[in-house]
């Protein structure tokens, strides 16, 4: 078990991942992908088996270099910003004095769901986190 943090462009993840998966001789359905969501509210935790980008780039990017949607994610609330604007420069931007600590339980309930993967398998984990 591994833990990677890609080192390129979140648009270019794919490659980083593509990379370590084939270091590590690891299935891609061995993976758990975990990333912001802004078609969630801030703190929110939602876990799938499998599934398309949905328009995230950096999932793209996986999908394209794996050649398959069929990964675990982790995907954690960001919100969406309430002003037309360029999404990228929203979660690029730091959280607001008031944000902080639902993005803090989100990082922990992110872990703990990434931990339930891990020990009681994907379903295991989207009946526990899923109903929130």
Not at 35 to 40: K, L, M, N, R, W
Not at 86 to 110: C, K, N
């Amino acid at each position: 078990m591994g833990l990677l943090e890609p080192g390129t462009f979140m648009n270019a993840s794919g490659e980083a991942v593509l990379a370590a998966v084939r270091e590590l001789d690891v299935a891609a359905s061995e993976l758990v992908v975990v990333y912001d969501d802004v078609d969630f509210p801030l703190g929110t935790v939602r876990i799938a088996q499998r599934g398309s980008h949905g328009g995230h780039k950096g999932i793209r990017s996986i999908i394209a270099e794996l050649g398959t949607e069929e990964f675990a994610r982790a995907r954690v609330g960001v919100g969406r910003p309430t002003v037309r604007g360029d999404v990228s420069e929203w979660v690029l931007s730091p959280f607001g004095e008031d944000e902080i600590e639902a993005r803090d339980q989100a990082i922990e309930r992110a872990a703990e769901a990434v931990e339930t993967i891990l020990r009681r398998g994907v379903t295991a984990a989207m009946n526990q986190y899923n109903r929130r």
